[in-house]
């Protein structure tokens, strides 16, 4: 399971012209099977195959994947390829990227991944948010001002933390972003949002 701020954080976005009337990506992927020998390109032994993964199955040969990204508008294209070595499809909710943010406390809430279900962990809401002041297309580190995250309390119940105010050198938080003020054992969400308002409106 992945943090909420690499779920929202470090993504480059693909732009597009400047004068492109209706931009719009549309999007195709290509798959080529054993799209590549690595005997073929050399005799020698020590060139071939070699992986660190023991459980690696590709052998001298792997798949190669190609994205196409192109906008009809104003005639940009990207192509992406690599080395497939796996692909997914899954609804948003299991993303978290893609959902609409909450609303609490004046802010705005954008979730992460839903919490595993695992044995007694089990929770409908999300294991973690970003929160902005303000609504946006795109989050970006400079529009957050707190994260949110679930937890466990002592007897097993879900509880709730809490960072906020951004600080280059801040004690908090795991990733890009990091906080100098922090709490834990939220009984809410909507417990946790204030706190971050109260925190963002006594630092600005």
């Known amino acids: 399971m992945s943090t909420v701020q690499a779920t929202y954080l470090g993504w480059e976005a693909l732009a597009h012209r400047p004068d492109c009337r209706r931009p719009a990506w549309e999007v195709d992927v290509r798959t080529e099977r054993g799209g590549r020998d690595l005997r073929s390109y050399s005799d020698d032994e020590r060139r071939k195959h070699s992986c660190p993964d023991e459980d ?3 052998g001298n040969t792997f798949d190669r994947i190609t994205v196409r990204i192109v906008c009809r508008s104003c005639g940009l294209a990207h192509l992406i390829s690599g080395e497939e070595t796996g692909r997914t499809s899954a609804e948003v909710k299991h993303l978290g990227y893609g959902m609409e943010p909450r609303r609490a406390a004046g802010l705005y809430l954008w979730p992460g991944e839903p919490w595993l279900a695992y044995g007694r962990a089990v929770s409908d809401e999300p294991h973690d948010f970003l929160v902005t002041r303000e609504r ?4 970006t580190a400079a529009d957050v001002v707190g994260e ?6 002592k007897r097993g119940g879900v509880v709730w933390s809490a960072v906020a105010v951004p600080t280059p050198e801040g004690q908090y938080g795991v990733g890009p972003v990091r906080w100098s003020q922090a709490i834990e054992d939220l009984r809410s969400v909507a417990a946790a949002a204030k706190w971050i308002a109260a925190q ?3 630092a600005s």
């Open 136 to 139: 946006v297309e795109r989050v």
């Open 56 to 58: 690696c199955t590709h």
């Open 148 to 153: 949110i995250g679930q937890g466990r309390g």
């Open 200 to 202: 963002v409106g006594d």
